[in-house]
């Protein structure tokens, strides 16, 4: 149970870290949304994770969740199964971290491929809002 909450608070903890640093790529980069957070926040949760030594999954839904929340309270449209949604798939992309290490054996590799797949959701969910 403890692992469990502490997961959690570190991916909180991810979250806050990345949302000045989000914004202000956001406002230099037009399209940094789609590719270059994700790289951002991959990184930093499975960094995390990986140096407090905490379940690299759960930090990455303590993350989602800490999105989720910050979009409900500030209004963002669409709070509800989209943003819910969104944030079971940071949990996916922590298994796709954790899978990803075990058949690569490389934290590096790892993050790259999440952040890949992330981009790639970022694109389709970014294409789909501006249509």
Same mark, same amino acid.
């Given at each position: 149970? *403890? ?29 940094? *949304? ?15 994770? *990986?140096?407090?030594? *905490? ?28 943003? @819910? ?6 949990? @996916? ?39």
């Amino acid at each position: 149970m *403890v692992l469990w909450a502490l997961s959690l608070a570190v991916g909180l903890g991810a979250a806050l870290l990345c949302a000045p640093i989000n914004r202000f790529l956001a406002k230099c980069f037009h399209r940094a *949304v789609v590719w270059l957070l994700p790289v951002v926040e991959e990184t930093v949760k499975t960094g995390a994770a *990986v140096l407090l030594s *905490v379940s690299v999954p759960l930090v990455h839904l303590g993350f989602g969740i800490a999105e989720l929340a910050f979009d409900v309270l500030t209004g963002k449209s669409g709070a509800s199964f989209g943003l @819910v949604a969104a944030a079971a798939v940071h949990w @996916v992309f922590g298994l796709v971290t954790v899978a990803m290490f075990q058949a690569l054996d490389s934290v590096v590799l790892a993050v790259l491929a999440a952040a890949t797949i992330h981009g790639l959701w970022n694109l389709i969910a970014w294409q789909g809002s501006n249509n």
